[in-house]
């Protein structure tokens, strides 16, 4: 992606103008820094599976902290013994996904030691790595504004669909790259006090106006001679984009992924909710299942419910061998061990502990777990998105995860709580 504010300068009063316009707006965390291309960006609505989008920035895991955040105000110190089955987890599994956490981390002042001791050890036994978490990180209870310990945990997936490289009666509708002509928009140095806006937009003639919506796009417009590929279901096409990443199993035996490049800038708005509004499908049906039956009842009017949502996302492709799909932290997530958390109350990158139940069950799930993503509706401090993996079977698990839980969050000794990033 390309900051154009040199490109913009003759057109900067115009860009301004934009932040009127809701559809070309996009409000994004306080840590750009920690935002990849690449990044999921999905949002697991409060009651219905289908979410507001986020948009990333560019991945500069290294960077200084653009602005520092206040950890203190919602991460009390707690001790192990709290953390429920804290005893009976495996280690192992999010020692690993830690591991990657420390590829973006290592060079951060605050993780740097503990990323170092855990590249260097030796010995990864049960015991020894339940030691290196105990010994090397404190545990702090995570707590809401208004002091209450527990909050939502959804769930999220990537899905695998079916796809060509060419254009066919079947494989009809287009999975598209970034357009040549959508802008970003990043006016934060000249205006700090739009730090937590990013726009997209486009040139018309001397103006800067919204991105083509949805409805425009499906149209033909701007994306065109950007086709990444084809595939088969405009549903499941339209969910990839709630999701931001999949697995395309391509008609020449090819198995590739795509990921979240970019978007148009439009509000997104949920069409599960919108035909729960209609009467056309009760709180429980409206899930992916549910809207795809809809849609199968009802084909012509699909279009129309598809477009009603004018955000668009724009994907890349990237090999499917890689260990999975990338996260807002910029490494790759790990299926039951990664989470999307909101940033600003969790610091991206950290061990967290969490303690919720199986979905749809009252069963214990106590695991610990690592903040490696964010997503447009994971706000607030006790909140957090359980990433399940890849398929069916992970998407079933992530559409009936609407569960309560609790969160502690490891942070390395002596970790600044007040001025860290």
Known sequence: ML???????????????????????????????????AAICRDPATDIPALTMCTPLEP?????????????????????????????????????AFLRSCFALKARPEWRTVCTDAAALTARDET??????????????????????????????????????????????????VPDDLLIVDLTEVYPELKNLRLRGRVDGRRVVPYYTRAEIESGKGAGGRELMWVDDAVDLFFLQIQGSGKIVLDN????RVSYADQNGHQYRSIGRLLVER?????????????????????????????SNASYVFFREQPADEAGPNGALTVPLTPGRSIAVDPRA??????????????????????????????????????????????????????RMRQSGRLWVLL??????SAAN
């Open 60 to 96: 500069t895991p290294s960077a200084s902290p653009v602005l520092p955040i206040n950890y203190a105000n919602n991460l009390k110190p707690a001790t192990w013994p709290e953390l429920p089955g804290w005893l009976e987890d495996s280690a192992g599994e999010a020692f690993a």
């Open 128 to 177: 020894a790595l339940r030691q290196f978490f105990e010994s090397r990180f404190t545990p702090h209870t995570v707590v809401n504004p208004d002091g209450s310990l527990t909050g939502t945990v959804t769930g999220y997936y990537e899905p695998i669909m079916r796809g060509s490289r060419r254009q066919t009666t079947q494989f009809r509708f287009p999975i598209y790259g």
């Open 412 to 417: 390395p000794n002596g970790f600044p709580l």
């Open 346 to 399: 969790v610091p991206l990158g950290a061990p967290v502990y969490l303690s919720t139940t199986w979905p749809n069950t009252s069963t214990p799930l106590n695991r610990l777990t690592v903040a490696q993503d964010t997503g447009g509706a994971i706000k607030g401090a006790v909140r957090a998105d359980f990433f399940w993996g890849t398929g069916e079977d992970a998407g079933a698990q992530a559409g």
């Open 279 to 307: 009467g056309e499908l009760t709180l429980d049906q409206a899930s992916l299942q549910g809207i795809k039956a809809w849609g199968s009842r009802f084909p012509e009017k699909l279009p129309e419910l598809l477009n």
């Open 253 to 256: 035996g090819e198995i590739t």
């Open 3 to 37: 900051h154009i504010l040199s490109r913009l300068l003759p057109v900067r009063c115009a860009c301004i103008a934009l932040l009127a316009l809701t559809a070309g707006c996009t409000s994004v965390p306080k840590n750009p820094a920690s935002q990849p291309a």
